[in-house]
């Protein structure tokens, strides 16, 4: 397998287009990383997406089941582009601090746990501990780095309104 990139431009011009083509790629890719930015320029403003994926050299799909043998679940599906846009600044910041800490990302959050963090707008440690799955331990070790991040993508967004 070899690292490989792909980059895509979404327009209020060809946006239905270009979007079903990326998420087809993603689907259909071992991704490792989507990096992305809003380029403000008027009328020609744009979503810019720089995909970093496995080439591999049979062609591949992700299975239908993880490990655990549950079904899989597309969150750029299930999600409303908004959400899905702030689960991917956390499931970012999740990779960041596994990699830091050296474990798994799911021990930090699972994605099942990061969806209804974005869902249910979670704000408060007390709504945290509510998410099933997130204990004492979780919520010592990366609740107030979690809430953090949401605070700041908070912030973020009022200055863009």
């Known amino acids: ?5 792909k980059f895509f431009r979404i327009t209020c ?6 979007e079903s083509e990326l998420n087809r790629f993603l689907r259909s890719h071992r991704i490792l990383t989507v990096h992305h930015e809003f380029v403000l320029d008027g009328e020609s403003s744009f979503w810019y997406f720089a995909v970093e994926y496995l080439k591999s050299d ?3 799909r992700h299975p239908a089941t993880d490990r655990s043998g549950k079904k ?13 846009s702030v689960f991917a600044v956390l499931r970012n910041w999740r990779k960041q601090t596994a990699e830091r800490a050296g474990v798994p990302v799911y021990t930090i959050f699972t994605n099942e746990q990061l969806a209804t963090i974005v ?13 099933e799955g997130v204990g004492e331990a979780r919520m ?22």
């Open 119 to 131: 869902t249910k707008r979670i704000h408060s440690k007390k709504a945290l501990r509510d998410i």
């Open 72 to 84: 899989r679940i597309d969150y750029k599906e299930v999600l409303s582009p908004e959400d899905f």
């Open 58 to 60: 049979s062609a591949t």
């Open 13 to 18: 011009h060809n946006q239905e287009e270009v």
């Open 140 to 161: 010592e070790k990366y609740g107030d780095a979690v809430l953090q991040v949401i605070r700041e993508l908070v912030k973020a967004s009022e200055k863009t309104e």
């Open 1 to 5: 397998m070899s690292q490989q990139f």
